[in-house]
């Protein structure tokens, strides 16, 4: 180990030792614990006489970034000539990037004549060695080392993500880290009610700046404060509460693998295609309700801001060209753009393929909750209308049950690539198969796992489309209190319109025409049509 006992000129090295840890260390982390680097750097500066100005140390950070706290000290102190010998136990704990590594060791040390040793490597940058030659190709061993780690860093969180553990620094509002399981979210009984808050005021017609405003005046610390963050925000904004009402963490389900790095050197990350997104489903205790979240969705889907709109209005998301199928607009046209009008935007354009236009809105509102309140009056039997509930939720979940197997069916599909791709994976390092046809066959692995990627993704909307006709019916106290509110029909809130309504149209002439998600109701709508149901305006 000492092998520098020559002379180096009659200069006086005043000495920092350099100690790095990181996870990327993997299976040599007692070898090259902080405790072991230290041992060996100061036996080596004792040995040699030297002068040790300063230990520069950084843990868990890694090697193929060289912005790190300790590291930009030590150069600070090159700068300000406090030091001007580094030593290091390794050439990987000065770094695993070959090309900055390079660019010390050949540019910046004898720019500013820093001598620089490796010890285990015989790296001595004032002696000629030929240890030193050799440095630029250790320097770039150490990178594919970094880049090989990285790799399997990313195979061990995927497999974690595929079983639905949760890899998040900091769990979502509304929930806790489990005490007694890794990975595990629990609910937060301290705050868990907001998040009930927040989804009831929104399906309750309040716009995400009113729920923030409403937060804000009960003094709730948003999730920022809550966690104690670095950037604590003081009050409750509306992006943070749409991206609460459309995390599918609160209905139980975990969904990552939401980004990907830019390089294992680079930690810029950008967004993944939403048919990447690793999502498994109940994963841990739900906060709200699974009719109530694909309501929400509903509601979300027809408004744009997310700001609270100026006309919020209850029939919105619900209205469609019948003759083009085209969700319908609600424009306010005038000085005082007080009066909304229905048309559809093919209407507005040159070609004019539509004709369907210039609808009061606030007729065409009251007329269709005139046409509601008959259909429910006249089918005010609340046994036959409990036994609609049944017959449609026991049809519904046979149907999803059945397309929930065919999702579980793709799903062991898409695990099987994974473990192809693997197994591949290692083979290419081990030299059973060739890079060329490493990726030739992987490329056709992943064409294969794509699409069945998207065919569980149609698989899953086509879930979502019969969860959303299923209406709540989880006990008898509950559906009396559903019925009562649909015989009744006070005060109709979008949550009601949506659980009752599955779509409205209007056409050219003014023409409605409303269908239920209950197909016994819709047989009582036309009946009624018969008397004039549908009528032009």
Partial sequence: MNFSNQIVSNRIFKVGIYIRLSREDGDKLESDSISNQRDILQRYVKENRLILVDEYKDDGISGTTFDRPDFNRMIDDIENKKINMVITKDLSRLGRDYIKTGYYIENYFPEKSVRYVSILDGIDTFLESNNNDITPFKAIINDMYAKDISKKIKGVLREKELKGEYLGSIPPYGYKKSNTQKNKLEIDKNVYYVVEKIFELYLQGNGLQKISNILDKEKIDPPSKYFNLKHQRTTWSPKTIRAMLVNEVYIGNTVQNKCVSVSYKVKKRKPKNESEYIRVENTHDGIISKEDFIKVQEILKSKKSLSTPKHDELLKGLIFCHNCGRQLRICYRGKTKKIGYIDCSLARSKDKKCRTCNYNYNKFENKVLDNIRDIVNTFCDKNALKSIYEKNKNS????????????????????????????????????????????????????????????????????????????????????????????????????????????????????????????ELNIVKEGLSNMNFIESA
């Fill in 396 to 519: 519904y979940n046979l149907l999803i049950k059945k397309e929930e197997q065919k999702i579980l069916a793709i799903k062991n599909q898409i695990e099987d690539i994974y473990k192809k791709l693997d197994k591949m994976y290692m083979d290419n390092l081990n030299g059973i198969i060739t890079d060329n046809d490493y990726f030739r066959y992987s490329r056709d692995f992943i064409v294969e796992r794509e699409k069945l990627e998207n065919n569980c993704k149609d698989i899953q909307d086509k879930i979502k489309i019969l969860q959303n006709k299923i209406q709540i019916n989880q006990d008898k106290e509950k559906t009396n209190q559903v019925i009562e509110e649909f015989l009744k029909f006070e005060n109709p809130s979008k949550k009601v319109l949506f659980e009752l309504i599955d779509r409205i149209e209007l056409d050219e002439f003014k023409n409605i025409y409303i269908y239920f998600n209950f197909s």
